[in-house]
């Protein structure tokens, strides 16, 4: 069976639980071009939503490739942090495709690890990577995400993950010291609960309460405000938040073995990455015994690139079958 090819022009989308970046890439090969970035709560549907915007444009796309931040089933998906649910052939009817795929947003990212410029990462963990070894990519944004990338040859596979529901528990004093804060009112406490916009937001409210400060009514941008102007509170809170990101980092990396590297992508790790303490980090992420000469093999580097998502899409977007995704089951035609 021959590879598919996604007619052009293809629309490419970023869709997580807070915004959804639309941009088109008008030929086979080509850089997306920024179209609209649209708040997933101001529809109330991804149709309404995409066609918002297609509407204004003189030429409409003829494919779509959307990365959804929630669990996919084949031709389906739903966002985990918004209500919005996706059905890839009806959004073909829709909107008037010819045809299209869903892809977990974190899948868009670990394909971009495949076309990466050194320019677009910072290196936290320089480690020993191997070239060929499988690569990580995960952050917090407004949910937890994590994709790997496993290469062979000159293809690969994208795997995607629902890591950030996997428990967690206290591993220091300081820990468990802060947990009873940071788990209240938690069914379950999960990464994802803790490593994310809102967790900055608990890991706060739980360093003033440890401090018998007064609770003030902040935002995780707030958050990240203050301490990048020194306010002690925040800047605690941001100091916990990477040493459990760290901690949380090396244990995936372990998981999927990632000699070839993790990659810390998401809106919040690059925002707060002039706070990020490079020895202490490399300490945490490493600390695994007893298998530290497996660990200190694992490099980890913060993704700066803002378009990082759009450019992986449009990797898929140009050779779906380098990444494993020529799959029939998951394409969807109108």
């Given at each position: 069976m021959s590879a598919p090819r996604f007619p052009s022009p293809v629309l490419i989308a970023d869709i997580g639980g807070?915004?959804?970046?639309?941009?088109?890439?008008?030929?086979?090969?080509?850089?997306p071009e920024p179209l609209?970035?649209?708040?997933?709560?101001?529809?109330?549907?991804?149709?309404a939503a995409l066609e918002s915007v297609l509407a204004t444009l003189h030429t409409r796309p003829r494919s779509a490739i959307l990365a959804v931040a929630g669990p996919l089933?084949?031709?389906?998906?739903?966002?985990?942090?918004?209500?919005?649910?996706f059905d890839g052939p009806k959004l073909a009817r829709a909107l008037g495709l010819e045809q299209g795929l869903l892809v977990n947003d974190f899948e868009g990212l670990a394909a971009y690890l495949g076309v990466l410029r050194d320019k677009d990462i910072v290196t936290l963990v320089p480690g020993k990577p191997e070239p060929s070894g499988p690569r990580l990519v995960l952050g917090p944004g407004t949910g937890f995400g994590a994709a790997a990338l496993l290469s062979r040859g000159k293809?690969?596979?994208?795997?995607?993950?629902?890591?950030?529901?996997?428990?967690?528990g206290p591993e220091d004093p300081a820990e468990v010291r802060l947990w009873p804060a940071l788990s209240e009112g938690l069914p379950r406490v999960t990464i994802e609960a803790?490593?994310?916009?809102?967790?900055?937001?608990?890991?706060?409210?739980?360093?003033?309460?440890?401090?018998?400060?007064?609770?003030?009514?902040?935002?995780?941008?707030?958050?990240?405000?203050?301490a990048l102007d020194g306010n002690p509170a925040a800047l605690m809170a941001v100091v916990c938040f990477w040493r459990l990101l760290a901690r949380v980092a090396g244990d995936l990396a372990?998981?999927?073995?990632?000699?070839?590297?993790?990659?810390?992508?998401?809106?919040?790790?690059?925002?707060?990455?002039?706070?990020?303490?490079?020895?202490?980090?490399?300490?945490?992420?490493?600390?695994?015994?007893?298998?530290?000469?497996?660990?200190?093999r694992f490099a980890l580097h913060v993704i700066t690139s803002d378009a990082a998502a759009?450019?992986?899409?449009?990797?898929?977007?140009?050779?779906?079958?380098?990444?494993?995704?020529?799959?029939p089951a998951r394409l969807w035609f109108a």
């Open positions: 807070t915004n959804c970046r639309l941009s088109l890439v008008s030929q086979p090969g080509g850089a609209a970035r649209v708040p997933t709560g101001a529809h109330p549907t991804p149709e089933d084949g031709r389906s998906a739903q966002l985990t942090n918004a209500n919005w649910h293809s690969g596979v994208l795997v995607p993950t629902e890591c950030g529901h996997i428990g967690i803790l490593l994310r916009g809102d967790g900055l937001v608990r890991f706060h409210r739980a360093v003033v309460r440890e401090s018998g400060l007064a609770e003030p009514d902040v935002s995780a941008a707030d958050v990240t405000t203050l372990l998981a999927y073995k990632a000699t070839g590297g993790v990659y810390l992508a998401g809106g919040i790790a690059p925002r707060i990455l002039p706070l990020a303490d490079k020895a202490t980090i490399h300490a945490v992420f490493s600390a695994k015994p007893p298998v530290e000469d497996l660990a200190a759009e450019h992986g899409i449009a990797a898929i977007a140009t050779a779906p079958e380098r990444f494993g995704l020529d799959d």
